[in-house]
């Protein structure tokens, strides 16, 4: 299956923010997976997940 996808980050970006940036639009993708199916079990799921991302790099922002 293809899908539509879009990097959006510049050469500018550091490391870190690019790693918020793609928790963001997996955050993102959990409000659709929920909006768009009403599977609730799928959506909270993938947020638990961008949680546990959040947590990784508040631990790991100073590496």
Do not use: A, P
Request: glycine share 4%; charged share 25%; aromatic share 6%.
């Amino acid at each position: 299956m293809n899908t539509l996808r879009i990097d959006l980050w510049t050469k500018d970006m550091n490391t870190n923010d690019m790693k918020k940036f793609y928790v963001d639009c997996i955050g993102g993708l959990s409000q659709s997976i929920l909006n768009s199916t009403g599977d609730e079990f799928m959506s909270k799921e993938t947020n638990n997940l961008c949680e546990k991302l959040i947590k990784h790099l508040k631990n790991n922002s100073n590496k």
